[in-house]
T-cell receptor
């Protein structure tokens, strides 16, 4: 498998706390994206960070990228019950052609009320 | 507007049977992708189309799998002689243009169960 790795595999926190998920990938990239998936079905795009960017914000989301370590992190601040879902990073390796996303195994996030 | 739709939402079949899974992309999206997601795993790339042609089918696991997009819109993923190991959620996604910064919009998936 060419999938990246994410940790933790599962994370359970209280509502209002911050959640941090980490992702590592294996090859050079054009960009790295984060997706959310509810109930094992369709994925929703959250944020894209380009390979020449180090940090990006979108609402309560903060993404960092360290290309030297081939790693990324997703921070969700002030978590809500509705944030309960699985979160996947997806890398876009340039050597394999545009947009052949390589997904990590995901972090299952549970927000407890 | 309407998102990506996939039919059926669930498909149960017997080992050895033939199945077709359909994807309706967002109108006007030229790129279409198929992924497969096994339980507890992230999606794995199967094939993508730019227009009517399969630009890259390197993710198809073997020659039992085939996909078409004859008019550059709807796509059908076809699986012959299904095996129990084919059981997974098959996800379709589309994007406006085939570039490294376009967002892929995913459908809800088809859950295939091979008994």
């Amino acid at each position: 498998s060419q999938q990246g790795e994410e940790d933790p595999q599962a994370l359970s926190i209280q509502e209002g706390e911050n959640a941090t998920m980490n992702c590592s990938y294996k090859t050079s990239i054009n960009n790295l994206q984060w997706y959310r998936q509810n109930s094992g079905r369709g994925l929703v795009h959250l944020i894209l960070i380009r390979s020449n960017e180090r940090e990006k914000h979108s609402g309560r989301l903060r993404v960092t990228l360290d290309t030297s370590k081939k790693s990324s992190s997703l921070l969700i601040t002030a978590s809500r019950a509705a944030d309960t879902a699985s979160y996947f990073c997806a890398s876009d390796p340039p050597i394999q052609g545009a947009q052949k996303l390589v997904f990590g195994q995901g972090t299952r996030l549970t927000i407890n009320p | 507007g309407a998102g990506v739709s996939q039919t059926p939402s669930n498909k149960v079949t017997e080992k050895g049977k033939y199945v077709e899974l359909r994807c309706d992309p967002i109108s006007g999206h030229t790129a279409l992708y198929w992924y497969r997601q096994s339980l507890g795993q992230g999606p794995e790339f199967l094939i993508y189309f730019q227009g009517t042609g399969a630009a890259d089918d390197s993710g198809l696991p073997n020659d039992r799998f085939f996909a078409v997009r004859p008019e550059g819109s709807v796509s059908t993923l076809k699986i012959q002689r299904t095996e129990r190991g084919d059981s997974a959620v098959y996800l379709c996604a589309s994007s406006l243009l085939l570039s490294s910064t376009d967002t892929q919009y995913f459908g809800p998936g088809t859950r295939l169960t091979v008994l």
